[in-house]
């Protein structure tokens, strides 16, 4: 059976956007960009102001559509990282969807932090998924012979 796959992502600055293009040439897999309602500042401090008070809130900003998963096995999920953990574009995405016999195959970009608690905070949220490791990358750090060793490493 083939698996039907999808690449789900937000990207506010084009890094993450450049690693979901990496995995769809490589997996051949669909690719849905994630979009919030009210799009978010250009200016690098309004954004990262905006991005803390979304956390501490827990925000889930309206997205202008959530997509459908219903015909999809495994979903990349991709987002930059802000105040270490998943923007809240995609934290509304991943809270409105039925994870169940879903696997999720997270990825995410940063500016210096890391990771962080992206990982955790996606398997928290995706109640029913089966979590894979996922695939970081410092800023367009994201080389695609590295994308394909780690798709590789993970025998889906």
Same mark, same amino acid.
């Given at each position: ?13 084009? !890094? ?7 995995? +769809? ?13 009210? %799009?978010?500042?250009?200016? *690098? ?6 991005? +803390?008070? =979304? +956390? =501490? &809130? ?6 202008? &559509?959530?997509?459908?998963?219903? %015909? #999809? ?10 105040? #270490?953990?998943? @923007? ?9 969807? &039925?994870? !169940? ?13 890391? @990771?962080? &608690? ?16 996922? *695939? ?8 695609? %012979? ?11």
């Amino acid at each position: 059976m083939s698996k039907k796959i999808l690449v789900a992502y937000y990207s506010h600055s084009g !890094n993450t956007k450049s690693v979901a293009g990496k995995i +769809k040439e490589i997996t051949g897999a669909d690719i849905f960009e994630i979009t919030p309602q009210k %799009e978010y500042s250009n200016n *690098y401090n309004e954004v990262v102001n905006q991005a +803390k008070i =979304e +956390k =501490e &809130n827990n925000t889930k900003p309206e997205l202008v &559509n959530l997509g459908d998963i219903s %015909e #999809y096995d495994i979903i990349f999920v991709g987002t930059p990282v802000w105040w #270490y953990t998943m @923007a809240s574009p995609v934290r509304t995405y991943l809270s409105e969807h &039925n994870w !169940n016999n879903k696997i999720i195959v997270p990825f995410c970009t940063h500016g210096g932090g890391g @990771a962080s &608690n992206t990982y955790h905070d996606i398997q928290e949220i995706s109640q029913g998924a089966r979590v894979l490791e996922g *695939y970081t990358s410092y800023e367009n750090s994201g080389k695609i %012979e590295d994308i394909k060793t780690w798709i590789s490493s993970l025998n889906i």
